[in-house]
Structures are given as C-alpha cells and as structure tokens.
C-alpha cells in the first residue's frame, strides 16, 4: 500500500494555517517519522493522514484514491491508529481490551467469534503481551498498556500503522521495547509505520523517511539522514545542535544534542 498527502493544508480558524501545502509519501513497509516543536501541529497531522479531520486543503490518499471517497470501514481495515497509553482504561483485561480492535471487521451488534479471538491473541504474541492477557488496563504500566494498544491496532491486520508519541513517559527499557517493535512490524511483517516523536534520536534509530514541522506551518521531508541536520533542527527548534556520531559494537548510532537557545 502507498499512502501519500497531496498538497495538505489545515487550520482550525479561517486564515489561519497551522500546516501548509504538505507533499510526502510513505512508501510500502517504510517507517516515517514527524517531528517539531511543540504546537505546530504533529498530532494534528497524523489526525489529518487518516480523515478524523479533513484538510482544508489537499488531500490524502491510499494506492491513488482520495480517502475522503472510501467508506470508512474500508480506511479502517487499512490503517490502524495507536493513541497515547492513558491511565483511564477502564475495567478490560488486555484481552478485552486488544479484542476491541476487530470491530471493522464485524458487524452492526456481532459478538466476536472464534476467528477473532485467534487473531486478538496472534496480535499479543507478536508483541510479546501474551503474559498480561488476564491483566486489568487499569493496572498495567505505561509501556504495557502502549503494546498493548499497539497488539489492539494489528487485530485489523493493517498495511499502515499509525502511532502517536508512543515512547512518549516511558523508562529507557520501555522506549527500546516500543522502537523494536516499530521496526519489526516494518521489516518482518511489511507495515508501513508513522509516529511522531519528541526525540530525534529515536527517529534516526529506526526510520527510514522523517517528516520536520517547524512553525510556518511548512515541513522538510526526505530520508531521516538527510533532514534530521543541525541546519534544519536548528530551524525547526530555534536551538542550536550538536549532531555525534558514536561506534558502538560495530554500529554507529547518532546522538542529537541541544547546546543552547537561539
């Protein structure tokens, strides 16, 4: 599946645009990372991407076709959306709570069935939840309820995954355990991923494309090497950066590092 923006732009108040004339493509089984400055419209965007709200301009498409013109279930069998993990779960189980997700796939007042119980489950032991299926939502941490949203999302055995600051609160192991997982899902299983994310290292880390917002309401988009640049972080954040390349085990990893404001 291709999934592309075509000159997208949004506001929530006339004349006023808080994403401009944004072009960029995510390409079949790729990751794509977006980044910015707080309030300029990450959240907004990925929201955009998927028709919860509708450019003002532009418009998104799936394989060529305006997702505007597709009956909903039908985006929602392609696309799958992970929310920030908030505490206010309610009383579900893990399993309860990932079995949720086939609801694009049954109909007006259908129970699930045995074939989406096996894919509930499928969808834990991908990520590795099996162990908290009888576990209240209600109890879990932030990193167990954030896979579990994300098991909840491939129950509709989506070609696109979208994420929302999902290492966001986390500890380091919790952050390592959620980018694995993102670049598992791409390489092994062919999802296209899109998350947006405070942290560029962890977009350098694992993405193959990286979208930068900055305050004029435009973006950089192309390979994460190439726009993930003190030039353009300098822009984007109005601080200055020091970008570092470290060997480790044979690997070079970068390390982003603001210095000071502009």
């Known amino acids: 599946m291709i999934f592309e923006v075509v000159n997208g732009s949004f506001g929530y108040q006339p004349g006023h645009e808080i994403l401009h004339n944004l072009n960029f493509q995510v390409p079949d089984g790729k990751?794509?990372?977006?980044?910015?400055?707080?309030?300029?419209?990450?959240?907004?965007?990925?929201?955009?991407m998927m028709g919860l709200l509708h450019w003002k301009k532009g418009e998104s498409r799936i394989d060529g076709e305006n997702i505007r013109k597709m009956p909903v279930r039908r985006i929602w069998k392609k696309i799958a959306y992970v929310p920030q993990a908030k505490g206010n779960a309610l009383m579900y189980t893990a399993e309860e709570m990932v079995l949720l997700g086939r609801c694009a796939h049954l109909g007006m007042m259908q129970q699930p069935g045995?074939?989406?119980?096996?894919?509930?489950?499928?969808?834990?032991?991908?990520?590795?939840?099996?162990?908290?299926?009888?576990?209240?939502?209600?109890?879990?941490?932030?990193?167990?309820?954030?896979?579990?949203?994300?098991?909840?999302?491939?129950?509709?055995?989506?070609?696109?995954?979208?994420l929302d600051e999902p290492e966001s609160n986390l500890d380091f192991k919790n952050q390592l355990i959620i980018l694995d997982t993102i670049k598992k899902l791409s390489q092994e299983k062919g999802i296209s991923c899109v998350f947006n994310t405070h942290y560029p290292d962890h977009a350098l880390k694992i993405s193959?494309?990286?979208?930068?917002?900055?305050?004029?309401?435009?973006?950089?988009?192309?390979?994460?090497?190439?726009?993930?640049?003190?030039?353009?972080?300098?822009?984007s954040f109005e601080v200055e950066v020091y970008i570092d390349h470290l060997k480790v085990k044979g690997t070079s990893i970068a390390s982003v590092v603001p210095l000071a404001l502009l």
């Open 31 to 48: 990751i794509l990372s977006i980044l910015g400055p707080n309030g300029v419209g990450k959240t907004t965007l990925l929201r955009c």
């Open 114 to 162: 045995r074939e989406d119980i096996e894919t509930a489950r499928e969808a834990m032991a991908l990520v590795g939840v099996t162990h908290l299926k009888e576990k209240l939502c209600s109890q879990m941490s932030g990193g167990e309820l954030q896979m579990i949203l994300i098991a909840r999302a491939l129950t509709t055995k989506p070609s696109m995954l979208v």
């Open 208 to 235: 193959d494309e990286a979208l930068l917002l900055d305050k004029s309401g435009r973006c950089t988009f192309g390979s994460s090497s190439d726009v993930i640049n003190c030039e353009n972080m300098q822009r």
